[in-house]
């Protein structure tokens, strides 16, 4: 039983790692586990400008789990929960025959806000997105702080159009979001912002870093867009203790990347993808 | 993005159903499946005696299951969801190497009453439960209809002392509610009421039909307590559409069960335990 929100709506959301496709326990601590577990589904509420408040856990667990491991796993969870203050009111724990699937359902409030969507990005609007992106894989993927604070702040205090988190690779979230808007977007190479370890996995992978901050995904970070004074403000604001970078510009169709040189060329929507296609 | 609830709190749960330890694709429909992942969770909404609202659904599925067989889940679910008046609002899905699990995360509100909990049994009080025990196994546990109606009645109705679905077996749910309410219990052997499957399954198993009806669990019928008076006017009451059981008696301590001499012995929490034993 929880407290209804304080005001407004409610907001939920469901998000499952998945043991040798998210993580690999062999050579990943499980507290880390935990922590993704539940950092992964606060980032989605954070992509709606909300707030977080109790979550629920479902594990299923093959015979190799041990106890310790489910414990440590616990504990990585609701270290962070803490740090959100959020509470893990239930959960469930089945035997699994093989693999290692860890669910968490995340409920929060909109706190008198709005709840931000895919779906609000106007022709004109700036794009822009929080941190670096690419190379998650190094470890960032499992040690990410979800944008919370920041999806509250820019909710709060700025008119934004449109959010999502990107969570499978800027080019596939930037191309979720437009979408969903029914616009277009044109975002430039020079501008996106590049990670240090897409830097540093760009020199053993044969790809370049600018492909990896496009289509690694597991960032976590903040992609959205609000009307270009509007976006230049949010730059500009000394709250956010994370930066915050204009990448490109919405347009009526078509997602577009433009290099150095100013040509133009389809954004392949590149990125992890396990998504069901329906049809 | 839901609404909050009408008036009262909000209810939330999470169950998950794996394959090959609570179906088996290659026995089952898949359409069942899907009733099943979301009937578990409506039952424990049931046994609160509060109204479903929205579930948010996770399947992390092997390379194996199709996009059919997951339209079929789904049509399953989604088929009991309306049913029910509950809005599928939304989900994940996630690649898995090997198993086939599905996650449901329900909410529900309160509906202007008090959540019922395993933890007001008084001694003194009837022990009751709905509908019949046991055998489950033989295909109820794919087709059974979760007691939302009869949770919601009985919250609105009468003062209902304390309530739990009989998810793991009567047994073992007798001793979770009795552990949770600090008190003890006493059943009747013959009041039990035995289902038909669990005699048709006593003839192949080498067990006895009232044993399969307090072990086999995911038999998802209510079992509660309320004063004596209060039970005799419930199991009178012509609106509830399944029969309801005095089974028995709640204590100072201890679970007991009574055979047709009047004798008194142990009553072992036998039945499906996966729960993770903490220390």
């Known amino acids: 039983v929880i407290a209804p929100p304080r005001s407004g709506s409610l907001v939920v959301t469901i998000d499952t790692i998945v043991e040798g496709v998210d993580f690999d326990l062999a050579s990943t601590r499980a507290a880390s586990v935990g922590h993704k577990a539940l950092a992964c589904n606060l980032s989605d509420i954070a992509a709606m400008g909300c707030r977080p408040v109790a979550a629920t856990i479902s594990v299923a667990a093959p015979p190799r789990v041990t106890q310790e491991v489910l414990r440590r796993v616990f504990r990585g969870m609701s270290r962070l929960a803490d740090r959100f203050g959020v509470d893990l009111v239930g959960g469930d724990y089945s035997a699994s025959p093989r693999d290692f699937?860890?669910?968490?359902?995340?409920?929060?409030?909109?706190?008198?806000?709005?709840?931000?969507?895919?779906?609000?990005?106007?022709?004109?609007?700036?794009?822009?997105?929080?941190?670096?992106?690419?190379?998650?894989?190094?470890?960032?993927?499992?040690?990410?702080?979800?944008?919370?604070?920041?999806?509250?702040?820019?909710?709060?205090?700025?008119?934004?159009?449109?959010?999502i988190d990107v969570s499978d690779g800027l080019s596939i979230d930037l191309h979720r979001l437009s979408r969903a808007s029914g616009v277009g977007a044109v975002i430039d190479a020079d501008r996106i912002p590049i990670s240090g370890a897409a830097r540093r996995l760009a020199r053993t992978t044969g790809r370049t870093a600018l492909e990896h901050a496009l289509g690694d995904g597991e960032d976590f970070e903040l992609l959205f867009t609000a009307a270009p004074r509007?976006?230049?403000?949010?730059?500009?604001?000394?709250?956010?203790?994370?930066?915050?970078?204009?990448?490109?510009?919405?347009?009526?169709?078509?997602?577009?990347?433009?290099?150095?040189?100013?040509?133009?060329?389809?954004?392949?929507?590149?990125?992890?993808?396990?998504?069901?296609?329906?049809d």
Chains 1, 2 share one sequence.
Not at 105 to 110: D, H, I, N, P, V
Not at 234 to 254: A, C, E, K, Q, Y
Not at 258 to 263: Q, S, V
């Open 230 to 278: 509007e976006a230049e403000r949010i730059v500009g604001d000394g709250r956010l203790r994370v930066p915050v970078s204009i990448i490109g510009r919405v347009t009526r169709r078509g997602c577009l990347l433009r290099d150095d040189a100013g040509r133009e060329r389809p954004l392949a929507p590149a990125g992890w993808e396990h998504e069901l296609r329906a």
């Open 101 to 163: 699937v860890i669910s968490v359902a995340l409920y929060g409030e909109t706190a008198g806000l709005r709840p931000l969507r895919r779906s609000g990005a106007r022709v004109g609007d700036a794009i822009l997105v929080t941190g670096a992106l690419g190379g998650s894989i190094l470890g960032r993927h499992l040690r990410f702080t979800p944008r919370v604070e920041e999806g509250l702040l820019l909710n709060r205090h700025y008119r934004i159009r449109s959010m």
